[in-house]
T-cell receptor, first 113, second 115 residues
């Protein structure tokens, strides 16, 4: 069965600093992986998805993630944090053929001025 | 393109009362999902519809939760009777299909508080 683990429920960075949010997955088949962002009182918005075309995936708002099969990881990065990046971030893996997503427990990103 | 619509946005009820949530997916999306997001956790799938048929309801507490998607468009999720542990955000999502890397589009959610 597929699963994801997000390391660190809270991450705090200074504005302009590197953002690194960690995600490890477990899957018996080639995984379909996603990162979603959730702003307060809003639904989830797709940041990026792993399509197997390239191991480095670029998403919206300057975020990118690198798929590393040997490490079963799909960490999310952004070179320079902005105050508007403060939100909850979820890593997810698609489960089976039904299309449902299995989410990690989420990481809250705090950006300090 | 209009997004996924949900109502109400907030609901407060007493335990043992009943409550219903409504979702209108993006036009043309055949697949509709209801997720439960408890505070501090990631969303968990409750039920998935393909058109008006149920694909997966393995994690739906069927003694108190029910859902329907009449005519393969709008959907309603009901809880009767509600328990304290049902306090959560209920998210509706839709997608064109289930295969490949299809994106799920999420609504704003309904925040339920059970007192």
């Amino acid at each position: 069965a597929q699963s994801v683990t997000q390391l660190g429920s809270h991450v705090s960075v200074s504005e302009g600093a590197l953002v690194l949010l960690r995600c490890n997955y477990s899957s018996s088949v080639p995984p379909y992986l996603f990162w979603y962002v959730q702003y307060p009182n809003q639904g989830l918005q797709l940041l990026l998805k792993y399509t197997s075309a390239a191991t480095l995936v670029k998403g919206i708002n300057g975020f990118e993630a690198e798929f590393k099969k040997s490490e079963t990881s799909f960490h999310l990065t952004k070179p320079s944090a902005h105050m508007s990046d403060a939100a909850e971030y979820f890593c997810a893996v698609k489960s089976g053929n039904t299309g449902k997503l299995i989410f990690g427990q989420g990481t809250t990103l705090q950006v300090k001025p | 393109e209009a997004g996924v619509a949900q109502s109400p946005r907030y609901k407060i009820i007493e335990k043992r009362q009943s409550v219903a949530f409504w979702c209108n997916p993006i036009s043309g999306h055949a697949t509709l999902y209801w997720y439960q997001q408890i505070l501090g956790q990631g969303p968990k799938l409750l039920i998935q519809f393909q058109n008006n048929g149920v694909v997966d309801d393995s994690q739906l507490p069927k003694d108190r939760f029910s859902a329907e998607r009449l005519k393969g468009v709008d959907s309603t999720l009901k809880i009767q009777p509600a328990k304290l542990e049902d306090s959560a955000v209920y998210l509706c999502a839709s997608s064109e299909r289930t295969s490949g890397y299809n994106e799920q589009f999420f609504g704003p959610g309904t925040r339920l508080t059970v007192l």
